[in-house]
Structure formats: structure tokens, C-alpha cells
């Protein structure tokens, strides 16, 4: 049997929800994308977009209105491992860095010794080393997100889901952490989905960016990013670097105006 | 601008000083000990009759003796147990159902309308019917302590489980938790802040019906035994009586406050 490589595909996904007058919205419509082995697949999109709720059904936290979502090339009939990155990192207070380090493990009956490991492991990856007793309220915002990749990255996932990971820190901080994931991402591809609305950051991320409009949801663009994975930021690829992020701002900045006036 | 080149200054000075302004730790003491002080001055220069109110140090000297002959001990050891035994089973019973309405919508939908009609009820006016079920033992005392305990623990828990952020939940969903798992390792420990809160809650109420209950119906323990007491019209016994209620409530606060500690390191 020919192993086929391991891909995501989200299939003619539809998702209507009825808002708060009562009336019927769709919030995605017509979505197909697929997120292949070892790919760093950006949704980028203008608020109101839907990207979230895309990310909450692959999840598989919301079920669609229609279409489907599927693994292809797992080994044997396993169920996916999925883990999540959130904004609000949803660290357990309760439980100390370690602990929640683990957690992903122990709900999948690891053993103590292989949690033990692979916790060491994970946490000496995000620079956390030395704070495994602590509790999430001791943490700055950063280490608390540096905690919440390590307890994503723990478990292995065939898929890692990140909503807008970075979003609730401040400037100089987002900068190192986006730094810092793409250095552990190298050491450990996984396919990855990542939720933004910063276009920068899907830039200096992305293999492939994904650009969505608003009401309703749709994919308006693809746009495969075409330098190395590390030091897109460097002089060199300025020029190159500025030119995608034109392109995904020029697709987004008229419904990110309109989206602008309809918070109020 | 002034002509004679003397500019005017206005000095800006840190006028939220007061917020931070410390005070030493003997000033807790200055008010309890005053007020014991000008009491036995007061009564020592018999401005207040003995029987009335008797001083700090008669309270303490009859104290003393019922303490030495041993008189206080049963009513102290009685009192105890019934509380004890009251406040564990309440408590216990109450986190329980609070946990399990706050699990299962069904048993919400249909039992909390029950438990918020209860609720309001003094649990005291049920004495009378619950000592024709059970008689006049010892249960119906730790009967209705347990009932006075209930309830706000119950509530307290209930809320806990309810007021959950549901991302926690989620999380745990991401990572493949069973049902079980997820009511024991996130429920359970999200909502133990405000089943701290509801304990805390009952032990103040549960003191309350001890002493209601033992004035009411009993021979025994510290509320029959201050009953017993002004009776006599022996004021300074009657308010040793008081002095061990009130140290009864404070160790009951220290050791819920410990407790709490030790439950939760990382609030």
C-alpha cells in the first residue's frame, strides 16, 4: 500500500446562524481549502469574516450548517489529534505550568514517565524552563501563551488550530513570539491553521495565506508566500515581503472600512 | 505674563497619598481593648448594675469555674458534635446536588425552580415539624444545622458551575476528554472559588440554628446553656456562654480560611 501523505479538507463548508433580530445569517458560505502535511495555512480576513467560526468547526466545536471536514492519510483508523492555541490562551488556573503542559496527555492516557518526558520536553522548547511549579495568574501575558503552544504542541497534533494567538499581547511582545513560533514550528512542522487579522503577521507566517471577505464568509483569494520559511523580515526580501502585504491589504482594506462603520 | 519677570508657580503634590498612608499594627488592638478597659471601669464604679451587665473580669472568674468543675464541658462537647456533624452533611450534600444540577440540564430544569423556593424559607420555622418526624433526640438538631447548610451551599455551587468560562471547557473538549473527565479535572475545580464562598456563608448560618435550636428545644449544649443561665439571672455565666460562641465562630472561620488556602494555591 502506497502511503499517501496526511492532508485536512474542509469540503463546500456552509454556516448560518440566526443572529439576534431574529433574521438568518450566513457567516460562511461556499468554503473549500485544503491544509496539506506539514503546511502553515494563514486565514486572514477583515473582523466579521468568519475566520474564527471556520476555525471553531475544524476544531469541531460548532458543526456546520453544510459541507464537511475530513482527515485524508492518517495511519490506520485513529481518530485525529486536533489541539487549539486560543487568544485567551484558556490556561487551567488551577493547574501549574506543568500541569497544564501535560494535560493533553493525561486525557489521552499517557504514561506518568512519557508525560514526564514530553512535558520536560515541550517546555524547555518554549523557553519556559524553570517555571514548571508556577500558576498561569504568576505568568506575563507572553509566557502564558508560551504555555498554552507547549500544552498544543504536547500531545503532537496531526492539526494545530490558532486563533488569533498572539493578538491580546502588546507590540513588542507579538514581534518575539511570532519569532519564537516560527523557530519552534521549524523544529517541529506541523500542519498548522492559523487565524489573524493582522497581515503582517500572515506574511511573515504563512506557506499560504488564505484571504477572506465578509457577509457573507468566502475565500476571496489564495496567496502562496514564495520566500523561506525563516528571515522574511530581512532587508532582502523588504521589497518582496511589502508587495504581499499590499496585495492582502488591497483585498481587504475596502470591507475592513465597512466593517469599521457596522461595529458602532 | 507677569512684568516683573517673577513667574508665578503652582506646585503640584501627590494628592492620593492618603490611599496608601500605613498604620501601625497595634491600632487593631486599641479598639477592642478600649472598650474592655472603660467596661470594667465602668462597672467597677458601679455605674452598671452587676446583673445587668457584670464585668469583663467577673465573665472571666465565672468562666473559670464552670471551666474547672467541669459544668461546660458537655454543653461545649454537645454543641460540637451537633454542629460538626450538621455542618459536614449539609455541606456535603449541597456541594453534590449542586454539582450534579449544574451538570445535567434536566435535573436543572427540573429541580433548581424547587431548591429556589426552599431557599428562602427560615430554616429555624421547621424545627417545630421536623421534631414531630424525628423526635427529640440529637437529629433533629443536626437536621436542621445540615438543612440551614444546604442551601447556601447548594446555590453557591450551582452558580460555580454555571458561571464556568466555557473556553476551559472547550479546551478540555480539544484534547479528547470524556464527560467524567471533564466534570472532575474542569468543572469540579473551576467552581471550588465559590463553593469556598457558600461554606463560608453556611458557617455563619449554621452557628445561628445551633444556638436557635438548643434554646428552643434542648437540655443540652451552649444555647440551652445561656438560656439556662439568664434564667438564673447569672449574667456573668450567660456571657461566658456568649465569649465561647463567639471563639467557636472565629476558630470556624480560621479553619474554613486555612481550608481554603490549602485548596486553592493558585487563586
Redesign the interface.
Known sequence: MVTQPMRVVVKDLEKKFIDSRKQEVTALRNINLTIEEEEFVVLVGPSGCGKSTLLNIV???LSPSSGEIYFEGLEGNK?P????V?Q?V?L????TVYENVV??LE??GASKEEQREKGKYYIDMVGLAGFENA???QLSGGMRQRAGIARALA?EPDLL?MDEPFSALDAQTRTIMQEELLSIWNRRRLSTLYVTHNIDEAVFLGDRVIVMSRRPGEIKETIRIDLPKLGRKDEKYRHDFDRYSDQIWNLIRHEAQEALVEEV | MKQDGELSRQQIHNAAAFLDKKVPMYASVIGVLGILVIWEILCRLQWIPPLYLPSPIDIIRSGWEITVSGEVFEDVYTSLVRIIVGYVCGAALGISVGLILGFFRWMDAIFTPVVYSIYPIPKIALLPLIILWLGIGELPKIVIIALGVFFPVIINTYAGVRNIDPILIKVAITFGSSRLSIMRKVMLPASLPTIMAGLKLAAGTSLILLVSAEMIASEKGLGAMILHYGHLMMTDRLLFGVFILSLLGLLFNRSLVWLERKLLPWK
Open positions: 476544531a469541531g466545536l481518530r489529534k486536533m489541539s487549539v486560543f485567551e484558556a487551567f488556573p488551577w493547574r494535560f493533553g486525557e489521552r500558576y498561569p495568574k500531545v488550530l
